[in-house]
């Protein structure tokens, strides 16, 4: 039986498709095996998520996701987002935002599985994997322009 529960935490005002989110992710993770395993998506401002960056990895930098693992059975974690920084880089990769995003939530829980970006070797390793789940599954419409 496949049971998680995901839940989004958006800033208030925020137009976003939550429901169509949470689908996504639980098919990234059922995509990845995970049968039983709850997780947050949370999205931030760039204030909040550079704050976070500082605090956290010491870094006074705004940037596009953070992960932070779960201490609890079976809570994989939180995924930390910033949407300002997602629409900026489909620009920057003339990307759609709604892909972007979707490549942003896998990237963040890739992180929660341990992976790493931090050499050439461990990026390529987390890239491919990160493309190879994109391409399985279907990409929802998010609600971002």
Known sequence: MFLMAVTVVAL???KIKKRNIKNFVRKVLKSLEMKKMDLSIVFVDKNEIQEINRKFRGVDAVT???SFYGYEED???DVI????MVK???????????????????????HLLGYKDYTDEEREV????QEEILISIDLYDFGLK
């Open 12 to 14: 208030r005002g925020l």
């Open 64 to 66: 596009d996701v953070m």
């Open 75 to 77: 809570y994989l974690g």
């Open 81 to 84: 987002i910033c949407l300002d």
């Open 88 to 110: 900026e880089n489909a620009v920057n990769y003339k990307e759609d935002p709604n892909i972007e995003l979707g490549r942003v939530i896998v990237h963040g829980i890739l």
């Open 126 to 129: 987390m890239f491919k994997k």
